[in-house]
Each structure stands twice: as structure tokens, then as C-alpha cells.
């Protein structure tokens, strides 16, 4: 998994009698000192540099244990710290912390790649051109990630399997509570009756599927492109005897035919891309009836954030989900309007939520290292999780990226749900 820009960045600092790497040293730690919110601790061997507000409450340290870390960063920017924390050339006892100082700084956050981290970029660029998400692409791009294997991911995901931002409603929710929580809140949204015919974008594990169909009684059809996730859910759906209520397909959603009661979307659009909202958008009006609604979940970015983020790409573009694209609230609305007949009827935010479960998940990874290590899964690869799950919770903790359901409306859909309780972090 070692990139091209990787090695182009190491070899930087390894190359040259040494004042190559004390230049790009002095570049980042110039940057660094326009950090105004929160404290950084820099420690490299006995000296300890400070940056930022002394008296903010907000606190983090780094440790550099290898001077190559300054060739990564000054070369690659935010995706070169990502592959220096990686390869362990700097560590910290708390990651989450590190990440929110950065989101909190965004002017250093968005200097750090300019300069030299430039002329990485077109490379990056053109290796996410190739990931981008036409029918062939998406299975490639969705196989990248959910095809790791489910016994990855049964390490750290709670008994329900779900891999999606969980509702925290009262302060002892376990994370699996949290989970059930969503799905309930999710079908109530939908109004969800036994007469129903519910399309869902997006399997996961099935659990959405399987909690509609046996807590509601409605026929559900649901599909995904992981091969993994298919053979998951067959299976659970058939120790369930829910052959007969729920359809699962291995089909792109672009291939979708028919007219369904209701939609559900949890966390699938991120893998839709930019350029592929519109015929998202255009395929879920389609499938609905005329009185149909949709409830859609999905991760966002600030709006103020969206085209920037929309013309470059970041640590989870590169390493984790090629292809993916986070969507901004006023896009997706914007998409709505222009390409569909769908109406906003609902929306709730609850990112903080987010950062819980991701908090959750970590920790559950932790737990389980040493498993992890006899399946298969080597320090490289658990420090790059490590990586994209405190890199995701310090962006819900700062608030540059949420997360949201909309409960979206054909014309024709009468009475309208009147669901309007807001969620609460506990």
C-alpha cells in the first residue's frame, strides 16, 4: 500500500547530505506557528516546541520518532502526516486531539498543501480520476473497502453489524442500543406499514433490511455491490426465515427497476461521487411511487468547505474509500430541486452522535489487536485505521463534517409523517 507520493516524499529527507531535510523542517515548523486555536506540543529527541495559545484548554502532543516525517508533511501535506503516523515516524497519546487542533487551524490545515505538497497533487489527482465511480468503478471502488473481509469487520462493528453513525439517546446506550436506536427512528421516520415495499440503496450487513422486515412486517428489497456484504446478509436473512420478506441484490442502484412504498439510503451516497448526484437523485425519484417517501442518511461537509473538498483529495480518498465524495447540505438540496420532484419534508442533524460511535469503534479495535494480528491484519494496516477512525471523529468533534436524515417527500404523499423529536447526545 506504500504510494508513489509516499516514497517520492521519503525520498526528500533520505536523499542529499541532510540540509535538504532541515529545510523542510523549518517549512513546516513555520506553518505550525500560525496555529491560533488550541496548543501543540512538538517533541523531537530532548527539545519540546510550542505552538499555538498556551492557555487553550485545548491540548495536544506529537512525538517525532523519525526526522522522515518533515519530508512527508512539507511533500504531501495532510495525507503525507497520514503516512508518516502510518509508518510510526511520529506518534501521540491522544490522535483525536491532534486531528481537532488541525480542523480548528483550517488556514494551516489548507497552507500545508501549498508549497512543495503541490507537486504531489496531480499524481493524487489522476489516481482518484481512475477511481471514479461509473458501474465498473464502483464495484471496484466499493470491493476496496467492504470486501476486506467480514471478519474484519465483525472485530470492532457491535453485534448488529452496522457501520454507520449509531443515535445516542440516553447516556447508558450501549453501542449496539445506539444502532437499534437509528433503525427504530429510521422506520418511524418512514411511517413503515406491513403493506410497504421498502427499496433499500445500500445493504451493509442487512440489519436495516431484517429490523424493517421483522419489527414492521413490510416487504423489503435491498442491494449492494459487495460481494462480501451479499454473502453476509443471504445468510443472516436465511437463519431468520425472512426469505419470503426480504429481496437481496447484487445490483448497481442505476440498474434498479420498479416502484416502491419507500426508500432508505444509510451512508451509500458518500460512494456515489460528485459528478453521479444528479443520476442518483434522478434513479430514487424514479423508483418511488407517487405518494413514496425516501429517508436518506448521509455524511456531510460544511457547506463553505464543499467545492475546495470537491477539487482535491484527502487522506480517506486516497487510503480508505477511493471514489468517495462527501456531499454538502445545500448540494444535495440544490441537486434535489433542479433533477427531481422529491420535497424536503424533515431534517436532523446529529453528528456528535457520530463522533461517539467512532470513539466506539476504536476502541473496540484496540481491543481486539492481537485477533487482528492472527487474521491477518499487520501494524501497518491497524495504524491506518487508527488513523481514518480519530481523522473522521476530530472532523464530527469540530463540526466540519456532520451528519444528517433527510426525510424527503414525492407529491403525492399524504398524510405526511408528523415526526419532528430531535435527537439528544447523552
Known amino acids: 500500500m506504500k504510494s508513489s507520493s509516499l516514497i517520492a516524499s521519503r525520498s526528500l529527507v533520505r536523499s542529499g547530505n541532510g540540509i535538504g531535510a532541515g529545510l523542510l523542517r523549518r517549512a513546516v515548523l513555520r506553518q505550525l506557528a500560525n496555529l491560533r486555536h488550541g496548543l501543540l506540543l512538538v517533541h523531537e529527541g530532548s527539545e519540546v516546541l510550542h505552538f499555538g495559545t498556551p492557555q487553550s484548554s485545548q491540548r495536544a502532543e506529537i512525538r517525532v520518532n523519525d526526522p522522515a516525517v518533515w519530508g512527508l508533511v512539507a511533500g504531501n501535506g495532510s495525507i503525507g502526516a497520514g503516512e508518516a503516523y502510518i509508518h510510526g515516524y511520529w506518534s501521540t497519546p491522544d490522535l483525536t486531539a491532534v486531528v481537532r487542533i488541525f480542523v480548528a487551524n483550517l488556514d494551516v490545515l489548507d497552507a500545508m498543501e501549498s508549497g512543495l505538497a503541490r507537486l504531489g497533487r ?171 417517501l425516501m429517508l436518506l442518511q448521509a455524511i456531510t461537509i460544511r457547506d463553505q468547505r464543499y467545492e475546495q473538498a470537491r477539487q482535491s483529495v484527502d487522506f480517506i480518498q486516497r487510503y480508505i474509500f477511493p471514489g468517495g465524495a462527501l456531499p454538502s447540505m445545500h448540494k444535495m438540496l440544490e441537486v434535489i430541486s433542479r433533477h427531481t420532484d422529491l420535497n424536503l419534508h424533515h431534517m436532523e442533524d446529529f453528528g456528535l452522535h457520530y463522533a461517539r460511535t467512532l470513539r466506539l469503534w476504536r476502541e473496540n479495535l484496540s481491543q481486539a489487536r492481537q485477533r487482528l494480528e492472527r487474521l491477518g491484519y499487520d501494524d501497518y494496516f491497524y495504524r491506518l485505521w487508527e488513523f481514518y477512525l480519530c481523522y473522521c471523529e476530530g472532523g464530527f468533534l469540530e463540526r466540519t463534517i456532520g451528519t444528517a436524515q433527510l426525510l424527503l417527500a414525492k407529491p403525492g404523499a399524504r398524510p405526511l409523517p408528523q415526526y419532528v423529536q430531535p435527537s439528544t447526545l447523552a
Open 122 to 292: 496531480p499524481l493524487i489527482q489522476g489516481l482518484h480520476w481512475l477511481n471514479r465511480n461509473t458501474r465498473q468503478g464502483s464495484r471496484r471502488n466499493i470491493a476496496a473497502h467492504y470486501d476486506l473481509g467480514n471478519d474484519l469487520f465483525e472485530q470492532f462493528l457491535d453485534p448488529t453489524m452496522m457501520y454507520s453513525a449509531a443515535m445516542f439517546l440516553r447516556g447508558d446506550d450501549s453501542l449496539q442500543q445506539a444502532q437499534l436506536n437509528k433503525l427504530q427512528r429510521i422506520c418511524e421516520k418512514l411511517a413503515l406499514q406491513p403493506s410497504d415495499h421498502l427499496l433499500e440503496i445500500g445493504t451493509g450487513w442487512g440489519s436495516m433490511a431484517i429490523y424493517a422486515a421483522s419489527q414492521y412486517g413490510c416487504r423489503v428489497t435491498t442491494t449492494t455491490l459487495s460481494r462480501e456484504q451479499y454473502a453476509y446478509t443471504e445468510r443472516r436473512i436465511r437463519e431468520q426465515g425472512l426469505e419470503d420478506r426480504v429481496t437481496l441484490l447484487l445490483e448497481d442502484y442505476r440498474d434498479l427497476e420498479g416502484q416502491y412504498d419507500k426508500l432508505v439510503s444509510i451512508e451509500m451516497i458518500e460512494a456515489v461521487g460528485h459528478r453521479f448526484l444528479p443520476t442518483y437523485f434522478e434513479q430514487c425519484a424514479r423508483l418511488l411511487k407517487p405518494e413514496g
